[in-house]
């Protein structure tokens, strides 16, 4: 355990000296600025004009839900980056690179050191996303006095959304070289985006093939699964017209997280460690 | 007391190749021995069965009486590899604390402190490895090997980026880890430095040991020489123990010897041969 703790210390202290991550941190204050900015202006639109009220659409609540669902997917897109960034090389690209070998000869374990590969990265993705999610929560209360139903659950869901992202660039990392594997992972991400965005055409048109096809890319690939469900709890108690059209949502739609999704979560984390501790056991360096 | 390294049948296989074809090879405490050979002949991928980098095909190889790659023997291993690189944002100091940490050593500062000094790298400490030349990372990868008082320590390549400064440091380093009952496999191309600092060399060709002994046991004996009136005779044959009976003959047939001398190949001689007739 103090091995994989000694790992993420220097995982942690590695990740605070990337470039990405100084790139991210900038690209995040300029996000946060622009978001400030549209969102004051949304809402002073919506209250000089107040056009929903003759659909019988709650103005408010459609704006907040719109802005704060296409911040949570720019949370997500930048934790992934963050993700996908601090892990894409962990394994086989360091080992290519002759940065591995000096500390997997040492006696703490294969397994540890992925491990703490694994907490570090997590740790700084979840706290970067948690801290983006929060403060854009902030903004569009300030801007129009608008605060999700639940406030808490879609900041966790995108925690746990790009700590799967994570967990994926790792296992990704003991097979493929660094530039192939954030390739890949970016194209999963990009997958499971357009899956997304295949049931919400699939839901307006009721064609049943592309909902299965956005259910099947829900359970390959959680993390979509995950923001839906926190689109839909950001919105949970809207009603009647309202509710029909916050739910088509931005980027994949909303849609309710069933019983199953945090089991399949911890699972799915627990399949990919699982994966992850054989292929490096057995991948020589 | 087991050996520090022993393997017997040790063999691996990368799809088709052959990197190593059932090699026998056993290291003592306090010994240093040598691994020559050409590119590709398998040293490498020896030296990295040892460290647990890479899984044998069959065969065993025990490092401290403990299956290598197990954390056992890792704990009792130095290992520098012949490409290795440390992350350039660390301070040398830094460096070494982190190694002392997952090497689970004790020694805290003042192990730092020696080994620096043992690398006579005293004063770059406060440096950042990407401060540093070549040499200075390489002197520092053998400190960083060193950490924990390794049984074992394993180095590939350690002076390909030396000066002839650095080298002589890095021999002397090495003479001194052999009076502390530290064994040594030193992976080299510079037959010089084997010869010199060796007890043991051990020619890997094509995966097998193709000779095996000391420097002086390799330096085989290629005939006499005798310097004579008519100029230089030779008796490619003759050994050392024939030479008083070569020159009684020729006092005997009326020759006026001036001078004898004994032929040995040196180790360079030996190891080409070996690699050719391998080959």
């Known amino acids: 355990m103090s091995g994989a703790l000694t790992i993420a210390g220097y995982a942690l202290r590695e990740s605070m000296r990337r470039r990405v991550f100084v790139v991210v941190l900038l690209l995040t204050v300029a996000f946060l600025a622009l978001y400030a900015v549209g969102a004051k202006a949304a809402f002073d639109s919506i209250d000089a004009e107040a056009a929903g009220a003759a659909f019988n659409v709650d103005d408010q609540v459609l704006t907040g839900s719109t802005l704060l669902g296409l911040a949570m997917f720019t949370t997500l897109f930048l934790g992934c980056v963050l993700a996908v960034f601090l892990t894409l090389g962990a394994v086989r690209g360091d080992a290519e690179r002759g940065l591995l070998q000096p500390l997997v000869v040492r006696p703490l374990g294969r397994t540890a050191l992925l491990g703490g590969r694994f907490g570090a990265a997590a740790g700084v993705c979840g706290l970067y996303v948690a801290g983006v999610y929060a403060a854009a929560t902030l903004i569009t209360g300030w801007a129009g006095g608008w605060w999700p139903d639940d406030p808490i659950g879609p900041g966790v869901g995108l925690v746990a959304g790009v700590i799967i992202v994570a967990a994926l660039s790792l296992l990704g990392s003991i097979f493929l070289s660094a530039t192939a594997n954030g390739i890949a992972v970016f194209m999963a991400f990009g997958a499971g985006l357009a899956a997304g965005l295949l049931g919400q055409i699939g839901d307006a048109l009721d064609v049943n093939t592309l909902k299965n096809i956005a259910q099947i890319a829900s359970w390959a690939l959680p993390f979509e699964a995950l923001y839906q469900g926190g689109l839909d709890s950001l919105t949970s108690g809207a009603e009647g017209t309202t509710a029909v059209i916050v739910q088509l949502g931005p980027f994949g739609g909303a849609q309710e997280a069933g019983p199953l999704l945090w089991p399949w979560t911890a699972a799915y984390l627990a399949l990919l460690a699982a994966a992850a501790r054989v292929a490096f056991a057995r991948r020589d360096l | 007391m087991s050996a520090a390294f022993e393997c017997r049948e040790l063999s691996k296989r990368y799809g088709g190749t052959v990197a ?15 691994l020559l050979g050409p590119n590709g002949a398998g040293k490498s991928t020896l030296v990295k069965i040892a460290c647990g980098l890479v899984r044998p095909t069959g065969g065993a190889a025990e490092v401290a009486g403990e299956p290598a790659g197990s954390g056992d023997a890792r704990a009792a ?13 660390l301070r040398a100091d830094e460096l070494l604390s982190l190694h002392q940490r997952l090497a689970g050593s004790r020694g805290g500062a003042d192990e730092r402190r020696e080994l620096l000094e043992l690398v006579q790298l005293s004063d770059a400490s406060g440096t950042r490895v990407g401060a540093m030349s070549k040499g200075m990372q390489q002197r520092l990868g053998i400190a960083q090997a060193l950490i924990g008082n390794p049984r074992l320590l394993m180095l590939d390549e350690p002076t390909s980026a030396l000066d002839p400064v650095g080298r002589r440091i890095v021999r002397d380093l090495l003479l001194e880890l052999k009076r502390r009952g530290v064994a040594v496999l030193l992976n080299s191309h510079l037959l010089s430095e084997v010869e010199r600092v060796c007890d043991r060399v051990a020619i890997l060709v094509g ?9 002086a046991e390799l330096a085989q004996t290629r005939g006499v020489e005798v310097e004579l009136d008519g100029g230089v005779r030779q008796y490619p044959d003759a050994t050392r123990e024939q030479v008083p009976e070569i020159v009684a003959q020729l006092v005997a047939a009326g020759e006026q010897v001036y001078g004898v001398r004994v032929l040995s190949s040196t180790l360079e001689e030996t190891y080409l041969e070996a690699v050719e007739a391998a080959s």
Not at chain 2, 20 to 34: F, M, N, Q, S, W
Not at chain 2, 207 to 215: D, E, F, K, L, T
């Open chain 2, 20 to 34: 190593l074809g059932g090699v026998d090879l056993d290291v003592r405490a306090g010994e240093l021995v040598g």
């Open chain 2, 77 to 89: 291993i130095g290992y520098l590899a012949e490409l290795f690189r440390f992350p350039e944002w």
């Open chain 2, 207 to 215: 995966g097998r040991v193709v000779a095996r002994g000391s420097p």
